[in-house]
């Protein structure tokens, strides 16, 4: 009995001991990091940088606005009459006489809504006298209607640019309506069978204005 008394109560302290280090492991480690779910990952127009987005929005805009401009087909027919029977066109001549559509047919005709105050009719019209004067060959018409001006504004208008071509006067804007010229300048080109063949916005350059002269002059090379 005495020899088994020291061999249990070195057993009973080791085990004391081991519990005691065991307490002290747990009660001084440090506590474990809580770790925050990663990054949900963004979608993936997310991705795209801002520039992309404001370029890929620039190019949708300025495609359907070369649409409208354009006037062929399906986009630019309600706006531009494109593909239908021109509308009526009959208006007091400046200095004289009349401007009528009607008395045109067998002619190309290129018909220009505008006003003297629009700064980019000023802008349009010796670039029209170029065309009048370079396709007169093929019979074209060109013709300007002054929209809701008296007939010497229009006329001092037309004379201080030189224009070769005739100006109308729509003292009612009653043709502006009927055409649906609403906005100035709008240019509207015309073929030989009095169809309306294409159509554009104003403030145009040379380019738009041999594309739209093309649609009524087949056969005819036509160049800015």
Known sequence: MRTTFPIVAGLVSGVVVAALVIVLLVVLAPEPALTSPGPTAPPATAS??????????????????????????????????????APPLRVVAVGGGSIDLARLRGKPVWVNFMRTDCPPCRDEFPLMNGFAVRYASTNLVVVAVDVRESEAVAGDFALSLDATFPVGLDADGAAQTAWGAIVLPVHFWVDA???????????????????GLSTILPGVSVTP
């Not at 795209?48 to 495609?63: D, F, I, M």
């Not at 069978?193 to 594309?211: C, E, F, K, S, Y």
Request: proline fraction near 4%.
């Open 48 to 85: 795209l940088h801002p520039v992309t987005l404001a370029t890929a929005t620039a190019t949708a805009t300025a495609n359907a606005t070369a649409g409208a401009s354009a006037g062929a087909g399906s986009s630019g027919a309600g706006l531009f009459h494109v593909g239908e029977v």
């Open 193 to 211: 069978q009095g169809i309306v063949r294409d159509g554009a916005l104003g403030g145009i350059g040379p380019d738009i204005m041999a594309r």
